[in-house]
């Protein structure tokens, strides 16, 4: 019983702090002065412990194949795995502002992205984090992935706190369908 009531406290205060990370409220894109993580955060925050995809050197050396998949949503930006693969509206084109807790729930694409099947390789590229590390992007936009998204075809970020959408080959967020669990964590 013990084992289960720490259990317990330690998925609730996990939770809670999900439910403090990224696109809390307000409107204003453009202020991240204040929210700039330490050093500390940022270490930790870039190695989640979840069961999302690597992120790591790998995605340095080689980088990801981003291709695209059609469901419901319509046709959107995967990895060469199945995972989906999101944007932060929150973001600006070519700066992400997804630091600290954030990074935690969704970790970035790393390094230098290859065009797949249904993507246009003129829109992938790269932006440089503020921690010096590079993600890959599409139209510009950084990408992402969400850490709840454990299987292929997952898409559980779609719609999180209407600032988290899967993007489609033209490199737009597409807004539809919000998935059923997506405001869970936050």
């Not at 059609?70 to 199945?82: Q, S």
């Not at 070519?94 to 230098?112: F, T």
């Not at 993600?135 to 559980?156: H, R």
Request: charged share 20%; aromatic share 6%.
């Amino acid at each position: 019983m013990r084992v289960r009531t720490g259990l317990t406290t330690t998925a609730a205060v996990l939770a809670v702090g999900l439910l403090t990370a990224c696109g809390g409220g307000g409107n204003d894109a453009g202020s991240t002065a204040d929210e700039s993580p330490t050093a500390e955060e940022t270490t930790t925050a870039e190695a989640p412990t979840s069961e999302a995809p690597t992120t790591g050197t790998e995605g340095e050396a080689g980088g990801e194949t981003i291709e695209t998949t059609t469901t419901d949503l319509g046709t959107f930006l995967i990895d060469e795995e199945g995972m989906t693969l999101y944007l932060f509206t929150k973001d600006s084109p070519g700066k992400s502002v997804c630091e600290g807790e954030c990074l935690a729930a969704w970790p970035p694409v790393v390094g230098e992205a290859k065009a797949g099947d249904g993507v246009d390789a003129s829109l992938l590229g790269t932006i440089t984090r503020s921690d010096g590390s590079t993600q890959a992007s599409y139209n510009d936009w950084p990408l992402y992935y969400y850490t709840p998204d454990k299987a292929a075809g997952d898409v559980n970020g779609q719609g999180v706190n209407d600032v988290w959408w899967v993007i489609s080959p033209e490199g737009e967020a597409i807004m539809g369908a919000a998935s059923p669990t997506s405001m869970s964590l936050y």
